[in-house]
C-alpha cells in the first residue's frame, strides 16, 4: 500500500491493519497522517519518507510492526509520536529528519533488529520508557539529545 496524497489517506481511515507493507511518500502534497491513526498493525513494514509537507508523524492506534520502521527525511517533522508501538519485528530508523525535536516511542518494549536514531540536530526530546531489547542499537548525530540521557539507554540495553 502507497500513499502519496491525503485522498490516499482517507481510503485508509477506516483501516485498523495493514497486511503487507505501508509505504508512506515520497510527496510534497502530503500534510497530515490523521486518516491513518485507526491502524494498529502492519504485517510487513512501514516507511515514512521524504514528505516535505508533514509537520508531524502522528500514528496513535500502531501497536505493532512485524517488518521494519523507517522515519526518514521528513524535513518538516517536529515530531515523531509512535507512542503506542509496542513492538517491531525488523529493524527501527529514525534518521535525518532535520527539524525533528521530539520522539516519543514511550510503549516500544523490543526491537527484532537494529534500533537507529541518528542525524537529528535539534531533537532534544526522546521517550523512550519501556524499551528494553533492540538486536543493535546505533545513536549519532544528535547534538541536543543530552549525552546522560543517551548513555543511560546504552546501559539499559546493554550496550
Do not use: K, Q, Y
Not at 491502524?39 to 514528505?51: F, R, T
Not at 524535513?75 to 529514525?94: I, K, P, Q
Not at 510503549?107 to 521517550?127: I, N, T, W
Amino acid at each position: 500500500m502507497v500513499v502519496r496524497v491525503d485522498e490516499e489517506a482517507a481510503a485508509l481511515a477506516r483501516c485498523t491493519a495493514i497486511e503487507g507493507d505501508l509505504v508512506v511518500g515520497p510527496s510534497f502534497a502530503l500534510g497530515s497522517l490523521a486518516a491513518l491513526g485507526r491502524i494498529e498493525e502492519v504485517g510487513g513494514s512501514l516507511d515514512i519518507s521524504s514528505n516535505a509537507a508533514l509537520s508531524g508523524v502522528f500514528l496513535p492506534g500502531l501497536r505493532r510492526v512485524a517488518g521494519g520502521v523507517t522515519v526518514e527525511s521528513n524535513l518538516g517533522a517536529e515530531t515523531v509520536s509512535l507512542h503506542h508501538l509496542v513492538e517491531v519485528g525488523g529493524d527501527l530508523v529514525v534518521r535525518d529528519n532535520r527539524g525533528l525535536v521530539r520522539l516519543d516511542l514511550s510503549r516500544l518494549a523490543r526491537v527484532g533488529g537494529r534500533f537507529e536514531v541518528s542525524d537529528h540536530p535539534v531533537l532534544d526530546s526522546v521517550s523512550l520508557d519501556a524499551f528494553a531489547s533492540a538486536g543493535e542499537v546505533a545513536i549519532d548525530g544528535n547534538p541536543a539529545w543530552p549525552a546522560e540521557e543517551i548513555a543511560s539507554l546504552r546501559t539499559r540495553l546493554g550496550r
